[in-house]
């Protein structure tokens, strides 16, 4: 298996821009999670789906943030305006009901 | 929501030596505890993890244990080597909820 797979690995923006991050989780994984890890406040848990839909999104910082989970195999983190606060690394992660969490490599967002 | 805090934020060692990180958490509802290692650049991965219905579980050099009265968990590593320097997070997990502690950088000087 290819693991959980993010696009893209690396941007840089400028203020104002639109983001939007890609994930696909494992095959067979109904459980999908956003989390975004910063220095001053390491991994926090962004928002999580289960079976496509969104379970608990209080951790998304602003309305600036969205997520959306069209299908098992897809989902997407977007920012819209970006600022440069929201730099950090963004991991997607899955897993299968309760199971272990499988991480992607991360998108490594930096907002000039 | 669960929080979970983890201590120390930063330990060196010498090459050999033991090194112990521990967590506590809040919501008793937790029941799953995993720990995750992450290097420079890379992503979080699992290195060892225990269900609430387990008090220890022991892996090679790696080690874990769980008191859920008092509601806190504990990594430990034997003979840490070199190559064991890295970030190592601990989690808990309610349901899907899974949150994780603050970190600790760990530096085994050889």
């Known amino acids: 298996d290819a693991g959980v797979i993010q696009s893209p690995r690396h941007e840089v923006t400028e203020m104002g821009q639109e983001v939007t991050l890609r994930c696909k989780p494992i095959s067979g994984h109904n459980s999908l999670f956003w989390y975004r890890q910063t220095m001053m406040r390491g991994l926090e848990l962004l928002i999580y789906?289960?079976?496509?839909?969104?379970?608990?999104d209080s951790g998304m910082p602003e309305d600036r943030f969205s997520a959306k989970m069209p299908n098992a195999s897809f989902s997407t983190l977007k920012i819209q305006p970006s600022e440069p606060r929201d730099s950090a690394v963004y991991f997607c992660a899955s897993s299968t009901g309760l199971g272990t969490i499988y991480f992607g490599e991360g998108s490594w967002l930096t907002v000039v | 929501g669960e929080n979970v805090e983890q201590h120390p934020s930063t330990l060196s060692v010498q090459e050999g030596d033991s090194a112990v990180i521990k967590c506590t958490y809040s919501d008793s509802a937790s029941n799953y505890f995993p720990w995750y290692k992450q290097e420079l650049g890379k992503r979080p991965q699992l290195i060892i993890d225990i269900r609430s219905n387990v008090g220890e579980k022991k892996d090679q050099r790696i080690a874990v244990t769980l008191n859920k009265t008092a509601k806190h968990f504990s990594l430990h590593i034997t003979e840490t080597q070199p190559e064991d320097s890295a970030v190592y997070f601990c989690?808990?997990?309610?349901?899907?909820?899974?949150?994780f502690g603050a970190g600790t950088r760990l530096t085994v000087k050889p």
């Open positions: 789906f289960n079976n496509n839909v969104p379970i608990d």
């Open positions: 989690a808990a997990r309610v349901d899907n909820d899974m949150r």
